[in-house]
T-cell receptor, first 114, second 112 residues
Framework: DTAVSQTPKYLVTQMGNDKSIKCEQN?????MYWYKQDSKKFLKIMFS???????INETVPNRFSPKSPDKAHLNLHINSLELGDSAVYFC?????????????FGPGTRLTVL | RKEVEQDPGPFNVPEGATVAFNCTYS??????FFWYRQDCRKEPKLLMS???SGNEDGRFTAQLNRASQYISLLIRDSKLSDSATYLC?????????????FGGGTRLMVKP
């Protein structure tokens, strides 16, 4: 069984479009995250939700809007896509919000903006 | 200065070799430390946590030096399957929540 799943795995789209990436975890964790890994392979946190409540919102353009309908899901909607948004986006989850336990990552969504 | 710095490598080693990676972090208030492994085009996965007293898991040994603010990972008897990127991860500690900071990774290639 997949612990953290994301869809789609690949996303190719034109500049200016709006797209969503979905994430679900079946681990019963309270905390979920979105990370961006750019072409230089640096993994940076974008958002963190604990039990559907936003707890971390890093300096991310407001074109990016996370939504957590319940604690098992954290979706990412991106408006007006730009070339610089091309990256791999990872969803992750953990039981604890304090940073002391394992984060489990989804397989990633490779976004290419043309 | 980056918050978490690693030598990107690649480290090219023969099978059976011992290899060590270091990582430095800038925030002296950091509380939790980890090594994650990321295979090519895959997601990161926890390799091991790093404890103040140092810890070992099979062929892998992690050490933490708080005074010098660095973390190390030692891999003994390298296997081909150890080829991957090793990410040093630090929790700089914030009441706002779990904000792990990742290094850029060190690439290891183990050759036959």
């Amino acid at each position: 069984d997949t612990a953290v799943s994301q869809t789609p795995k690949y996303l190719v789209t034109q500049m200016g479009n709006d797209k969503s990436i979905k994430c679900e975890q079946n681990l019963g964790h309270d905390t979920m995250y979105w990370y961006k890994q750019d072409s230089k392979k640096f993994l940076k946190i974008m958002f963190s939700y604990n039990n559907k409540e936003l707890i971390i919102n890093e300096t991310v353009p407001n074109r990016f809007s996370p939504k957590s309908p319940d604690k098992a899901h954290l979706n990412l909607h991106i408006n007006s896509l730009e070339l610089g948004d091309s990256a791999v986006y990872f969803c992750a989850s953990s039981q604890d919000r304090r940073g002391v336990d394992t984060q489990y990552f989804g397989p990633g969504t490779r976004l290419t903006v043309l | 200065r980056k918050e978490v710095e690693q030598d990107p490598g690649p480290f090219n080693v023969p099978e059976g070799a011992t290899v060590a990676f270091n990582c430095t972090y800038s925030n002296s208030a950091s509380q939790s430390f980890f090594w994650y492994r990321q295979d090519c085009r895959k997601e990161p996965k926890l390799l091991m946590s790093v404890y103040s007293s140092g810890n070992e898991d099979g062929r892998f040994t992690a050490q933490l030096n708080r005074a010098s603010q660095y973390i190390s990972l030692l891999i003994r008897d390298s296997k081909l399957s150890d080829s991957a990127t090793y990410l040093c991860v630090v929790n700089p500690y914030s009441n706002a929540g779990n904000m792990l900071t990742f290094g850029g990774g060190t690439r290891l290639m183990v050759k036959p």
